[in-house]
Structures are given as structure tokens and as C-alpha cells.
């Protein structure tokens, strides 16, 4: 699986866009982009996932480059129970067995604030 | 909806006893997965299981054994717990086809 990099921390004012970059600059052709966000003393949450296209759910937008060598996790209206450890993970898609594992990095500590 | 449930939530051990950590999905899922949570190494795998009577080792298998005799149970033993075994363990679910792993809320475990 490619290796990520993020930020160690970033803030974001309530109500605004929060936008957390990934860079995955070895990620290959049939590896997907996933992120995954921890609250405080809680297990992870799957946010969304892609592999080239854009993608939005309710939760949040995904922008893939076009060369895919990185991503950006947009939440357009930033709360403070958004405040979390957000991770990119990296990985080959529909899958079993060993390829199946989630690798979690450190992740970008998120702090939404007043 | 129950979900994916874990126990005990917290749990203090001595060094050299046996502890079996717990875990329950209510989906039928047939993926399940343990993790370790440390600071400073974010989660690691440790165990995973493919279906009923099928697992294979994570990462971190060393000083840990799994078993999984219903697809629903997938609980997580060590043999004699170390002082280095002190974390947090989540166990996920996933299922087959899908891409998303459901995280169960995790077990605080100290060993003295």
C-alpha cells in the first residue's frame, strides 16, 4: 500500500470550510483513497473514499488530483463535533485477504474553534 | 442495532495473565479485525479474519491469538500479557464486497 502525508495539525473557525490535504505521490493505478476520522476515545468512522474522480456524500467532498499523487478531504461547514484525528489511508479496493487491511498513519489532529 | 460491541470497555491486568478481549457484530459481516492503538504509531493490525474459522496474522501478531468459531464473535486472547500489550484495542468489521470497516468504541487495557 502507498504511504501517506499530512499535516500533524490544522484549525478551522466554526462554519467554515475545513480542508485537509494528503499527499500519496507512490499511490498506484487500482489503489483507492480512503479517509477515516477518530473522535476523542472513540473507534474510527469511515468518511469517503475514491479512486480518481471526485466524490461527495453527506459528510464531506473528496478532490483527487488529476495525476493522483494527492487528495484533499473538503468538510464545507466545519463543526466543533468535527474536531478529530482525520486519516488518509491508502489502499487497493475490493479486495480479500491481506490487501483488505486498513494501514492507519497519525493522521491530521483537526481543531474546529468558536 | 446493536452493531459492533466490545468488552470489557476497560480492563487492568498483571503481567503473565491471560486476558481475552471481546467483540460482537450483529451485521453477519464476514470480515472482522483487531487493532492496537499507541501513541505516536496509529492503529496497527494485529489479527483479521476472512470468515468463520478463517484468520491470519496483522502487523503485530506477536503475544496475541484469535479465533473466530462464529462468524458474529471474534475474540482477541493474550496468552500472558506483557506491559507493552498497555493500549487501546478496536475491533472492526467489514463486509464482503464492501469498502467500509465499522469500528467497534474500544477497550482500554493496562497491564501492571
Known amino acids: 500500500d502507498a504511504k501517506t502525508t499530512q499535516p500533524p495539525s490544522m484549525d478551522c473557525a466554526e462554519g467554515r470550510a475545513a480542508n485537509l490535504p494528503c499527499n500519496h505521490s507512490?499511490?498506484?493505478?487500482?489503489?483507492?483513497v480512503y479517509w477515516y476520522r477518530q473522535i476523542h476515545s472513540q473507534g474510527p468512522q469511515y468518511i469517503i473514499h475514491?479512486?480518481?474522480n471526485n466524490e461527495t456524500n453527506e459528510m464531506a467532498s473528496l478532490i483527487i488530483t488529476e495525476d493522483r499523487k494527492s487528495s484533499t478531504l473538503i468538510l464545507p461547514h466545519a463543526t466543533l463535533r468535527d474536531t478529530a484525528v482525520y486519516y488518509c489511508?491508502?489502499?487497493?479496493?475490493?479486495?480479500?485477504?491481506?490487501?483488505?487491511?486498513?494501514?492507519f498513519g497519525t493522521g491530521t489532529r483537526l481543531q474546529v474553534t468558536l | 442495532d446493536a452493531g459492533i460491541t466490545q468488552s470489557p470497555r476497560y480492563k487492568i491486568t498483571e503481567t503473565g495473565r491471560q486476558v481475552t478481549l471481546m467483540c460482537h457484530q450483529t451485521?453477519?459481516?464476514?470480515?472482522m479485525f483487531w487493532y492496537r492503538q499507541d501513541l505516536g504509531h496509529g492503529l496497527r493490525l494485529i489479527y483479521y479474519?476472512?470468515?468463520?474459522?478463517?484468520?491470519d496474522k496483522g502487523e503485530v501478531p506477536d503475544g496475541y491469538v484469535v479465533s473466530r468459531s462464529k462468524t458474529e464473535n471474534f475474540p482477541l486472547t493474550l496468552e500472558s500479557a506483557t506491559r507493552s500489550q498497555t493500549s487501546v484495542y478496536f475491533c472492526?468489521?467489514?463486509?464482503?464486497?464492501?469498502?467500509?470497516?465499522?469500528f467497534g468504541p474500544g477497550t482500554r487495557l493496562l497491564v501492571l
Open positions: 489511508i491508502v489502499r487497493v479496493g475490493k479486495n480479500t485477504g491481506t490487501a483488505s487491511k486498513l494501514t
Open positions: 475514491g479512486l480518481k
Open positions: 507512490t499511490i498506484s493505478g487500482n489503489e483507492y
Open positions: 479474519s476472512a470468515a468463520a474459522d478463517i484468520t
Open positions: 451485521w453477519s459481516h464476514s470480515y
Open positions: 472492526a468489521s467489514r463486509e464482503g464486497g464492501k469498502e467500509t470497516q465499522y
